[in-house]
């Protein structure tokens, strides 16, 4: 069974910043695109960040300049820089990996809750 584990979620006041960190296996590393979800509470899971194993990264313009999405190979790790937070970033935050770009992932983390909030 992949195992994503997500870290480094928490409380944050507005404009300030928080790093989420997702550890995958390896060989899931390599060949599938690594991502990041949110799902507020009474609302659908949306996109936040997508990198492909060859760096490439997508971004929907509601956290785009604000959010960086980046990877470490060597550590088998995912990150996902937050800046300039909103209350509305408020969400659990899930690590992800696809086959395809803006597809389905396969695989999903247990999530970590980020929160926004004065």
């Known amino acids: 069974q992949v195992q994503l584990v997500e870290s480094g979620g928490g409380l944050v006041q507005p404009g300030g910043s928080l790093r989420l960190s997702c550890a995958a296996p390896?060989?899931?590393?390599?060949?599938?695109?690594m991502g990041w979800y949110r799902q507020a509470p009474g609302e659908q899971r949306e996109l936040v960040a997508q990198?492909?194993?060859?760096?490439?990264?997508l971004y929907p313009d509601s956290v785009k300049g604000r959010f960086t999405m980046s990877r470490d190979n060597a550590k088998n790790t995912v990150y996902l820089q937050m800046n300039s937070l909103k209350p509305e970033d408020t969400a659990v935050y899930y690590c992800?990996?696809?086959?395809?770009?803006?597809?389905?992932?396969?695989?999903w983390g247990q999530g970590t809750q980020v929160t926004v909030s004065s």
């Open positions: 992800s990996a696809g086959a395809l770009v803006n597809s389905a992932p396969n695989f």
């Open positions: 390896k060989v899931i590393m390599r060949f599938y695109v």
């Open positions: 990198i492909t194993s060859a760096g490439n990264t």
